[in-house]
């Protein structure tokens, strides 16, 4: 089989050897949709390829399933293609299902993240086969799909984001959105159908408007074109806003290529001469870029025929780095350098960049329950991220959620520990205020300070909770917090149906867990509900299965829960 992005590689290469010994080793395997399955990981290969990553890594891709299928073992490996392929093939073949979210495989996690921070490409591997997985995703059995589906929306849809891989992230979800929420998606399709097409004609409308202005300017950009907002995104999008279509502004948006950053504010200038801007809807992703690295100009504009269009204005290497994320970053080292560094893997270059990865192998270690291991894996660092300030204007990244306690222990220990009351914007807040992005926070502390057991329920961050429980002298770290009681607000935003309610009760009722408070508001227009239950004193070992039971009832949309003192 001739397979033409391989025969740009050196005949000499290990990548060939690879391809011709998995080809031999699968030869007599299919995979379910009746393909060979060297097709499967011919394009695990070719993902590994265009991102660059190496010939090592583009034969370890080929490699990937091998140890699974047959019986070479890690060792053959090693003595075929050296140690290098080896660790990578390792890495790849521990990490095998997550089994998410009923029993997820927490040893086969950690051992996946010890591996992924040692060296990035077992990750990018892995996400380059999970890829491939979800596009065939539909010739597998009904339970392998959603289990599939699951894990790509909770696991590595996010970490490609985080590596700003936001193609492959968008990519990934739209793919396991329909197994996912099958009825939603369904409902999103229908109802934005209309939407989608009108709003993409008035986009193409303007670009002649827009072009013209900018010449007129001396600004000539690369290319103005339109950009849909994939599904899954303006999915969770539309659950922060009720499920209103018309509040979404971004639905369809305009970008504008430009050549350099210069032209970038200069062209910001000229659409916001032509259009009035929309308050408090620029933003600056060049000077601040998102902590995942991404880099353009938003603003919104009441646009032609006073419809209102977001634009988007950036350089073409900014959005090549934006779709591609780290891959574009090796892609632009290498143009760069005159030699091939094809075989060469360097690693990351900005180390800070992706600190979060170090933070994320050193961090497992303090968890003893899979379950609080699991949750404050995806709270931490799966979940969207705010950026607030320090008086000094330091930038910190913390997840959303996150309150001026976690705030306080990311600065230093010792402020957490000492910490007596927070201003946020020069205002003295409560110790649970949510924290907004842009928020500056100051922190009060006192001598000799310790914090108060309640604390444990004011921190979000898995760092801030472990400074805790160590300055309250916990014997067993973790054993403490699962056996306080707590009062546990929940909020599930469900399409509104008969029996809804009663179901769910009926997981609170099968968990045991006694209900004190309970209340239903629907938008009738929209037939959305949204439901408010609290819950009384029940161990918190009882919130994943009570989260994941609530998830599973047809029509739940979203489930939300806070603490309550
Ligand atoms: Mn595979």
């Not at 890690?74 to 003595?79: H, N, P």
């Not at 760069?336 to 960049?353: F, I, L, M, P, Y």
Request: net charge positive.
């Amino acid at each position: 089989m001739a397979i033409e992005w391989l025969e740009k590689i050196p005949s000499d290469s290990v990548a060939h050897k690879a391809y011709a010994f998995a080809a031999e080793i699968h030869k007599d395997a299919k995979r379910m949709n009746g393909d060979p399955y060297i097709v499967h990981s011919i394009e695990v290969a070719r993902s590994s390829y265009e991102w660059h990553l190496g010939d090592a890594a583009v034969a370890a891709a080929f490699l990937h399933d091998v140890v699974e299928d047959s019986d070479v073992t890690i060792r053959d490996i090693k003595k075929a293609f050296g140690e290098e392929i080896a660790f990578l093939v390792d890495g790849l073949t521990k990490l095998k299902t997550l089994q998410y979210p009923e029993n997820p495989d927490i040893e086969n996690l950690r051992r996946f993240i010890l591996s992924f921070g040692k060296d990035l490409r077992v990750l990018l591997i892995k996400l380059a086969d999970r890829f491939h997985n979800m596009k065939t995703l539909k010739f597998l059995p009904p339970d392998r799909q959603e289990r599939f589906a699951w894990e790509t929306t909770e696991i590595y849809a996010p970490l490609a984001y985080r590596l700003g891989m936001q193609r492959l992230s968008g990519e990934l979800e739209d793919l396991a959105f329909p197994y996912v929420h099958p009825e939603e998606y369904r409902w999103l399709l229908q109802e934005t159908k209309n939407d989608y097409a009108t709003r993409e004609a008035y986009a193409k409308k303007v670009v002649p408007l827009i072009t013209k202005e900018l010449a007129r300017n001396g600004i000539h950009p690369i290319r103005i074109d339109s950009r849909a907002k994939r599904y899954y995104s303006l999915y969770k999008k539309l659950l922060r806003y009720d499920m209103d279509l018309s509040r979404i502004y971004d639905l369809v948006a305009l970008r504008i290529i430009t050549r350099t950053v210069a032209e970038c504010y200069a062209a910001l200038g000229v659409v916001h001469q032509l259009w009035q801007p929309v308050p408090n809807r620029f933003k600056d992703y060049i000077a601040r870029p998102k902590p995942n690295g991404y880099r353009s100009l938003h603003t919104t504009v009441f646009c032609a025929d006073s419809r209102i269009l977001e634009v988007q204005i950036k350089t073409e290497e900014m959005h090549e780095a934006n779709e591609m994320g780290i891959a574009a970053h090796w892609a632009y080292e290498q143009v760069k350098s005159s030699k091939d560094k094809r075989n060469e893997w360097k690693g990351v270059k900005n180390k800070k960049e992706l600190t979060w990865i170090t933070q994320l192998q050193n961090w497992q270690k303090h968890f003893v329950n899979e379950k609080e291991f699991l949750e404050g894996l995806k709270f931490d660092f799966f979940k969207d991220r705010i950026f607030v300030l320090t008086p000094r204007n330091d930038i910190v990244d913390l997840p959303f959620g996150a309150t001026p306690i976690d705030f306080a222990y990311r600065i230093h220990t010792d402020i957490g520990n000492e910490c007596v009351g927070a201003k946020v914007n020069h205002v003295i807040v409560p110790f649970d205020y949510v924290l907004h992005s842009g928020d500056m926070v100051e922190i009060i502390t006192q001598r000799g300070k310790k914090p108060s057991e309640s604390w444990l329920r004011l921190a979000k961050t898995a760092a801030a909770k472990k400074h805790i429980r160590i300055a309250l002298h916990a014997k067993h770290i973790g054993l403490h917090a699962k056996k306080e009681p707590a009062l546990i607000e929940f909020r599930i935003i469900n399409v509104d149906r008969p029996g809804y309610l009663k179901d769910v009760t009926a997981v609170f009722g099968n968990a045991k867990v006694n209900i004190s408070f309970l209340t239903s508001q629907t938008d009738h227009r929209m037939k959305f509900s949204a439901v408010t239950l609290r819950a009384s004193a029940f161990p918190e070992r009882k919130l994943g299965k009570l989260l994941v039971n609530l998830k599973k009832i047809p029509g739940t949309r979203e489930v939300s829960y806070k603490s309550i003192r």
